[in-house]
């Protein structure tokens, strides 16, 4: 059977026409559990409130997920209100469309009513030889599997949305709503649970200038997040307080001293000067930031790159370096996922970085930041974690 997102019957073979005992007129069209509603005579039925999970788990996941065998009553055609026991094993498929949205649910079952009203141990009866017993003890297990699978689903399902919420609160920016020309992105690892240690930062400041930072703290998951989130919250008041970019990351240095798991993280912090229409900035072990131009070339700022934060034994002034923009020039700040990539070297990666961009460089921010995350290949996501800004100035 096909199903549209709404759950509605799109298209049925023959087979499922002839296992069901309806015709493709009867069933095109109609609402799935309109078409094969609950056994009413059954207190203990819960096939539709199975597949109806799972279908709802491929809506969100876009991944194909495989039932147990499961008890799902049909209604006999030609008896209306009789329903006739039935036993399924079906997997549900999602079917993506070019732009990578769900477009349809192929829905294949198999009825496999003989084979477990066959079996005396489900029935009552004599007792089983060996092959029976052991199908009948899989079936069993499997059946226990699906719930306790369940059972997980539901416990990380909690986990992650904390996990979403927390993240969503700490990269609260503000002030970014006031700049319609910036799009910032971020992406967790791959296979991890929405949160990470990476962050950006957009402040606004006196005398018509604003703050941009992205940073990246060592490490992945809520432990990361949480560091991220006092770091990320030190260098946003400092930013405020002292007009130098070097002198934000120097006191930022000295509070991740006295953070668990905050050395080695390495930060940008960026001031743009409208009036001056000049960027000053320092680095702090970050890879350096890009200023495209719109004739798709690119200046790297790498003339103020100093060590992570923590790594020197004792407190040296940080670098800061300063350059003009003209504008229409986009300004790009990132952390290492977006360019990284094992056993190569940074190098290629800021290669690979600035030709993208070279073909991008027309963009509106929003499109461009898109375009570049699908060109470099981590729109679902990298190996490491991912925060991107991309403003137009």
């Given amino acids: 059977m096909v199903l549209d997102p709404d759950l509605v019957l799109a298209d049925v073979n023959e087979a499922a026409c002839r296992v069901t005992g309806r015709t493709r007129e009867d069933l095109l069209g109609r609402y799935l559990f309109d078409a094969f509603p609950e056994n009413p005579a059954d207190p203990d039925a819960d096939g539709v409130r199975n597949l109806h999970a799972s279908l709802h788990r491929v809506l969100r996941s876009r991944e194909p997920d495989t039932m147990a065998p499961m008890k799902y009553d049909i209604p006999v055609a030609d008896r209306p209100g009789e329903f006739e026991e039935r036993w399924w094993s079906a997997i549900n498929t999602p079917v993506l469309g070019r732009d990578g949205q769900l477009e349809w649910i192929i829905h294949r079952g198999e009825d496999v009513t003989s084979f477990i009203l066959s079996h005396p141990r489900l029935r009552g009866g004599a007792a089983l030889s060996d092959v029976e017993a052991m199908e009948v003890e899989l079936y069993a297990r499997t059946r226990e599997l699906k719930r306790l699978n369940e059972e997980l689903r539901q416990a990380h399902g909690r986990e992650r949305q904390i996990a979403v919420t927390l993240q969503e609160a700490m990269l609260h920016s503000p002030h970014l709503a006031r700049h319609q020309d910036i799009a910032v992105r971020y992406l967790p690892a791959a296979g991890s649970l929405n949160v990470c240690g990476d962050w950006y930062e957009v402040v606004d400041l006196p005398e018509n200038r604003f703050a941009v930072a992205v940073g990246d703290v060592v490490g992945h998951g809520l432990e990361a997040a949480a560091v991220m989130g006092m770091l990320r919250s030190a260098l ?39 009036h001056a229409r000049r960027i000053v900035y320092s680095c702090a072990g970050h890879p350096p930031p890009v200023l495209l131009h719109p004739d798709g070339t690119c200046q790297l700022l790498d003339q103020a790159t100093d060590p992570p934060l923590g790594a020197r034994p004792e407190p040296v002034p940080r670098l800061q370096s300063d350059l003009p923009y003209t504008p229409g020039d986009t300004f790009v700040l990132y952390t290492d996922g977006l360019i990284e990539r094992r ?51």
């Fill in 343 to 393: 056993g190569e070297d940074i190098d290629a990666g800021l290669r690979r970085l600035t030709d993208a961009l070279a073909c991008l460089a027309r963009h509106n921010p929003e499109r461009l930041a898109d375009a570049l995350l699908a060109h470099l290949g981590v729109s679902s996501g990298a190996r490491d974690d991912i925060a991107l800004i991309v403003l137009r100035l």
């Fill in 236 to 274: 946003s008041a400092v930013v405020r307080a002292v007009e130098r970019p070097a002198s934000a990351l120097d006191v930022l240095g000295l509070y991740a001293r006295d953070v668990e798991g905050a050395l080695a993280t390495t930060v940008v912090q960026a001031v743009v000067d409208l």
